[in-house]
């Protein structure tokens, strides 16, 4: 085969990187690299690299930099696709329904700038926002750089900066009800306008600071699944810590960084485990039935003697029984609600569990009893700000002798009862810093 298969704008850049620092220069030889014409329509026409999480793609406009401004370039994509950021850019939308793909970019920038401000060997952007320089400008925290990646994720960076307002053109509780309506296949709300937000103080300050700031990050490749990309982001963050230790002083990364890919077990399959524990029925001796082997065999061994009587075993309970409280005084997304109530229904449905819903604030407001793969909590309305006493859902729970139960709250109210039976409280992200007073608790991400 011609050499020049073998071969990309960014070879020369790579070697470079690998002589300096062999480890974590190393990672580029984990990624696809590809020659483009062109990037995708939409995509800004100056850039020289983008990534999509998978490969790095290099436009003719790459050839004109210098060797060192090259190797920042490509040290730079090699570590936005090493940390996942396409990929959690997806995720980060799932939870929050609404992410402002321009501002999640330059967070993102952000923290690899700081991660490779370090190296002399290698020239980035003039103009290249670090994670130091934002803190300071746009949440007036003075951290040193080392202290700012020890300290901040980009999730948390981009919820910290995100303060925009209320879509355009719409009452807060719609744009509230229809936050999650933008097209799942893209990064970029699809309605124009109509999806468009009001920049906040922190918002536009950012916005101004990465101004002449490319967005580099395509939409991620491919459509894995879960458990596919927990196994990804699980490679990932091992090749980062083993390169990082292997270059030492010499590593691309200024020190180990919170940024690193989070192996995360979706709270659906949690949810699904645990409650699969409480309800499936566990089986018991029966004395009033024998066992089938001993019926078998008619109560005697292959030689003729009677086998002393075996009992025989049954279910210890005929229908498991599962409580759902909803605490209404706070407020619930309404796509995660629809993610909870789907996952409650298929789980009941699969153990053949029947549901009893409770909601309530600091009082039981609605008592009500479903079949199996049957609930009303699509129909719950989150009235938010109101008084909030956990105590008298779970008296009421008492009465109905769950097996389980699933408490939906923000956990910002009291509990002075402790029920004998499980208690898992499900609580939105925006919340899991709370404690919770006993059980389990799951955070919806």
Known sequence: MHPSLYTHRGTRAVQKMVEYAPSTGGLALWIHHRDVDELPAGCDGGLTAANDGATIYYTPAFDALTLPQQIGVVAHQVLHVALRHPQRCLALRQVLGDVDHRLYNICADAIVNSTLGHLAWLELPRTAVTLEHLLSTVLHLRQSPEAALLDWDLERLYRAIDDRGNRRGRSSESARRRGASADPDSDRPTDGDDHAREDGMHSSRVRMMGEHTPEDLLPAAGDERPEREAELA?????????????DGLHSMLRQLIADLPKVRTPWEHMLRTLLTRGLSRTPDLSWSRPARSWLANQGRSPRGHRLPWEPGVTASRAVPRLVVMVDVSGSVDDALLERFAR????????????ITVIIGDDRVSTVEHFEPGRSNLRDVTFQGAGGTDFTPLLKEAERHAPDIGVFLTDLDGPARHHPAWPVIWAVPVADSHRLHPFGRKLILE
Do not use: D
């Open 234 to 246: 699980r490679e990932w963050r091992e090749r980062l810590t083993r390169a990082h230790a292997g």
């Open 343 to 354: 996952e409650i229904e298929a789980i009941s449905r699969r153990l053949e569990a029947g």
